[in-house]
């Protein structure tokens, strides 16, 4: 007799609903894949007419309260899939303190939580492949397939909203609020698009794939997080001019003690495997000291994507093959330390409106000089307003804090009409 394991849902939106479609179309081959007959026992839905309408599950199996999966007896996998941070988490705790394993795509609770649920599990599986990268298997790769190597950097496209609105910026010539538009309209971007254009989203998968790499732990508040909302058309032309694209990145990389985690605008050189990524898909590179780097590539969000990794997670956790949830089953390296903010060292580019008369450059020079920054090189263009021009400036390598306070020192400059804007250039 084929051996059931009984499914309890919590959130039938996009992905729940493609969970519950893919393991009923998929059946005969994610049975004969697990060695399981997977029994979606009940499912908790904000609109039980609505859900039942849907077609995708007996009527009798849809319920309102979230504490009738929980405290069922019979249910052995709680599938988390409704979002935020302190309920999910509550939901998460109670799941797994009623010796339930746990399957959980909520990378904002991870970003936060994920140390507490790992404490609190012991030995239960608790499966979150889904949280990074959609139906990219970046979360298993690191903990397990490159489980032998020092991780020396990953580089990230972890957003697919704010990739195609840099996207359509870079090869269409669109200004920002256009692009957002449209991802709007396309079903890419939400009618509240914060966490995916001031890069939270790809903050809080950073710091997932960040603790199983490193093992470090680390909050959001902890790291670099920028957005893409200042992002020009000006920026992107002098990205094609001079042979890079633009993309909000995330990065870890290991420096002898020290991690640097940070998400931000980046100009990339456009041969680079990473900016090749466009549109509204998802791109990780992992350079480990054995393998070398190796990339993965996919769609970043979308039910069938991000259902393909929760069954995904359901298949380990029947085939009692999971390992320990953060990658380490104990501490590994104590001295890594979180590297400051102020003391990362790139180089910039800085786009300035400034007066189109003489004297201007020089005034701007000798305070990029007096902070220790060297010009690799400089275009100026005709700005639209008359007597006004725009400047574009590439830095030589220099330190955050820096370049941070030239740029405060310019902007109280009476020739400088906007506040001066900063993109890191990141070597790969």
Same mark, same amino acid.
């Given at each position: ?18 969970? $519950?479609?893919?393991? =009923?179309?998929?059946?005969?081959? /994610?049975?004969?894949?697990? @060695? *399981? !007959? #997977?029994?979606?026992?009940? &499912? ?24 009738? $999966?929980?405290?069922? =007896?019979?249910?052995?996998?709680? /599938?988390?899939?409704?979002? @935020? *941070? !302190? #309920?999910?988490?509550?939901? &998460? ?28 599990? =012991? ?9 990074? @990268? ?295």
């Amino acid at each position: 007799m084929v051996r059931k394991i009984y499914i309890g849902i919590i959130g039938v939106g996009v992905v729940g609903s493609s969970v $519950i479609r893919i393991l =009923k179309q998929n059946q005969d081959l /994610i049975g004969a894949r697990a @060695g *399981v !007959e #997977f029994v979606i026992k009940k &499912a908790v839905v904000r609109d039980i007419p609505k859900a039942q309408k849907l077609g995708i599950l007996e009527a009798d199996k849809f319920h309102t309260d979230i504490d009738s $999966i929980l405290n069922d =007896k019979d249910i052995d996998v709680v /599938i988390e899939l409704i979002g @935020g *941070v !302190e #309920f999910a988490y509550e939901i &998460a705790k109670k799941a797994l303190q009623n010796n339930k394993a746990l399957i959980t795509a909520n990378k904002a609770m991870l970003a936060y939580h994920r140390y507490d649920l790992a404490r609190i599990a =012991k030995e239960l599986p608790i499966g979150f492949e889904a949280s990074v @990268g959609g139906g990219i298997p970046i979360v298993r790769t690191l903990r397990d397939c490159l489980a032998s190597n020092h991780i020396q950097a990953i580089y990230g496209i972890l957003n697919g909203t704010s990739n195609y609105i840099l996207t359509q910026m870079f090869d269409h010539n669109k200004d920002f609020y256009t692009a957002l538009l449209e991802a709007q309209n396309l079903g890419y971007a939400e009618s509240d698009p914060t966490l995916d254009i001031n890069g939270l989203d790809a903050g809080h998968k950073l710091l997932i794939l960040a603790t199983l790499a490193y093992g470090i732990n680390a909050l959001p508040e902890d790291i670099l997080i920028e957005g893409i909302s200042d992002i020009t058309p000006d920026d992107m032309e002098f990205a094609r001019e001079f042979g890079y694209t633009i993309k909000l990145l995330g990065i870890a990389k290991s420096d002898n003690n020290e991690l640097e985690l940070r998400v931000h605008p980046s100009l990339i050189l456009k041969d680079c495997m990473i900016s090749k990524v466009g549109g509204v898909m998802n791109g990780v590179s992992v350079i480990g000291d054995c393998a070398g780097e190796s990339m993965y590539y996919g769609a970043g969000a979308g039910g069938n994507a991000t259902a393909s990794s929760v069954i995904a997670d359901l298949i380990e956790i029947a085939r009692d093959t999971h390992s320990s949830m953060l990658g380490f089953s104990r501490s590994f390296d104590k001295n890594l330390t979180l590297k400051s903010i102020e003391k990362i060292r790139s180089r910039y580019y800085i786009r300035l409106y400034t007066q189109d008369k003489p004297g201007v450059l020089s005034q701007i020079t000798q305070i990029l000089g007096d902070n220790n920054i060297s010009i690799q090189a400089l275009l100026q263009k005709e700005h639209t307003e008359q007597g006004m021009a725009k400047l574009f400036i590439s830095t030589h390598t220099s330190i955050e804090s820096d370049i941070n306070k030239a740029l405060q020192e310019i902007q109280s400059l009476p020739i400088v009409s906007q506040k001066p804007y900063k993109i890191r250039i990141q070597d790969l």
